[in-house]
């Protein structure tokens, strides 16, 4: 059973960094795709940052220069390094897997989900 573990949120002021780790297990997590989405307050939820199982990365523009995905295999681990964060950015972080993956930053591509950790960003 694939299990995805967020951790690392919490909260910053104006321009801080935070850097979120999502621990997954129950499956060959090279093989995988793995994104980053997040949901404001009342809002939808979002793609902020997706990387392939070749080391390939997408962001959305709102987030380009400043947000950074990595992976590390080794510790089936996936990270996302956030940087001038900006109070707009306040909102639960998730993260998701999934596999033959076409749109990278669709939610509706990834089958696996975390529970999510709370980013809030103060002015």
């Known amino acids: 059973q694939v299990q995805l573990v967020e951790s690392g949120g919490g909260s910053v002021q104006a321009g801080g960094s935070l850097r979120l780790s999502c621990l997954a297990s129950g499956y060959t997590y090279r093989h995988y795709s793995m994104g980053w989405f997040r949901q404001p307050p009342g809002k939808e939820r979002e793609g902020v940052a997706s990387i392939d199982s070749d080391g390939s990365s997408s962001y959305v523009d709102a987030v380009k220069g400043g947000f950074t995905i990595s992976n590390d295999n080794d510790k089936n681990t996936l990270y996302l390094q956030m940087n001038n964060l900006n109070p707009e950015e306040t909102a639960m972080y998730y993260c998701?897997?999934?596999?033959?993956?076409?749109?990278?930053?669709?939610?509706?591509?990834?089958?696996?989900w975390g529970q999510g950790t709370q980013v809030t960003v103060s002015s």
């Open positions: 998701a897997g999934g596999s033959y993956i076409a749109s990278m930053l669709d939610l509706y591509e990834y089958t696996s």
